[in-house]
């Protein structure tokens, strides 16, 4: 079976040496770990803005570089393994590690640790920080600024419901590969909610259906995932269900069976399984 290429760092011209012997190229050599100092960064298909967004980085994401050519760097993201295209600008070396996480839906880091400074952001969901000093209700963070400490939590400390993650992103609208609450797909929504709460998952939805375990849809229940081909939703009871979707091209919460009904009277048709982890 051939490499997903989505999570292979592997051109022909060019592979990450951890997969020399196992994957042709011409050369092979050691990644260079970077770290996310933008907000947020695009992840292209190729070195260039007008090609496709297949994902997003997140501050302080660990970015694995294997070539840089003029703008753009070509690598690895850590945290789910996917595969593109980054600004240069948006990387620089790794911060010490992280010691929290971005635990509010959207938050701003300022000049001053006061709200009336300079604001530089917003800094999403689940960005990793390092805090290196406290003053007051602030937390100064490494490379950014001063935020609001509530909005933080320690890393290693998670949320416990998923569904409730997702929906603090109700009406965000919706962005093929965004995976922040000013632009994210319904992989995006289920990834964020389920690394809020402290389970890894991948980025694309055929790849997070062998989350869990297969379950009947007359057991669905809060938490639960619905596949469909290329598509996701997490329940948020027996009956509804709530997803980024580029019908209502926004985070939406409906019921279940009205939108098994409209997927299903288009080429995406009727959905795939149920999983619950």
């Given at each position: 079976?051939?490499?997903?290429?989505?999570?292979?760092?592997?051109?022909?011209?060019?592979?990450?040496?951890?997969?020399?012997?196992?994957?042709?190229?011409?050369?092979?050599?050691?990644?260079?770990?970077?770290?996310?100092?933008?907000?947020?960064?695009?992840?292209?298909?190729?070195?260039?803005?007008?090609?496709?967004?297949?994902?997003?980085?997140l501050f302080g994401e660990i970015f694995d570089v294997l070539e840089t050519k003029a703008a753009f760097a070509w690598?690895?993201?850590?945290?789910?393994?996917?595969?593109?295209?980054?600004?240069?600008?948006?990387?620089?070396?790794?911060?010490?590690?992280?010691?929290?996480?971005v635990a509010a839906i959207r938050t701003y880091a300022f000049a001053e640790p006061s709200i009336k400074s300079q604001?530089h952001g917003p800094y999403s969901l689940n960005a990793l920080v390092a805090v290196e000093a406290r003053e007051g209700?602030?937390?100064?963070?490494?490379?950014?600024?001063?935020?609001?400490?509530?909005?933080?939590?320690?890393?290693?400390?998670?949320?416990?419901?998923?569904?409730?993650?997702?929906?603090?992103?109700?009406?965000?609208?919706?962005?093929?590969?965004?995976?922040?609450?000013?632009?994210?797909?319904?992989?995006?929504?289920?990834?964020?909610?389920?690394?809020?709460?402290?389970?890894?998952?991948?980025?694309?939805?055929?790849?997070?259906?062998?989350?869990?375990?297969?379950?009947?849809?007359?057991?669905?229940?809060?938490?639960?995932?619905?596949?469909?081909?290329?598509?996701?939703?997490?329940?948020?009871?027996?009956?509804?269900?709530?997803?980024?979707?580029?019908?209502?091209?926004?985070?939406?919460?409906?019921?279940?069976?009205?939108?098994?009904?409209?997927?299903?009277?288009?080429?995406?048709?009727?959905?795939?399984?149920?999983?619950?982890?």
């Open positions: 079976m051939s490499a997903d290429p989505r999570l292979t760092l592997a051109r022909p011209d060019l592979a990450s040496r951890a997969l020399e012997g196992l994957v042709p190229a011409t050369a092979y050599a050691d990644p260079t770990p970077m770290a996310v100092i933008a907000p947020g960064a695009g992840l292209y298909a190729r070195a260039d803005l007008a090609a496709e967004r297949q994902s997003h980085l690598g690895q993201a850590r945290r789910d393994g996917y595969v593109g295209y980054v600004e240069t600008a948006a990387l620089a070396a790794p911060p010490p590690e992280p010691t929290h996480r604001a209700r602030f937390a100064k963070v490494v490379g950014s600024g001063w935020i609001v400490e509530a909005h933080l939590s320690p890393i290693g400390r998670f949320e416990t419901d998923p569904a409730a993650m997702a929906e603090r992103f109700l009406g965000a609208p919706y962005l093929w590969g965004g995976r922040e609450s000013l632009g994210l797909d319904c992989s995006g929504l289920v990834q964020q909610a389920l690394m809020a709460c402290g389970q890894a998952c991948p980025r694309d939805t055929d790849q997070q259906q062998a989350l869990g375990h297969e379950i009947q849809s007359s057991e669905l229940t809060r938490g639960d995932l619905v596949f469909w081909n290329g598509h996701v939703a997490m329940m948020l009871d027996s009956a509804r269900i709530i997803h980024a979707n580029a019908h209502h091209m926004a985070v939406a919460i409906e019921p279940l069976a009205e939108a098994v009904a409209r997927i299903a009277a288009g080429p995406t048709g009727h959905p795939t399984g149920y999983r619950r982890f």
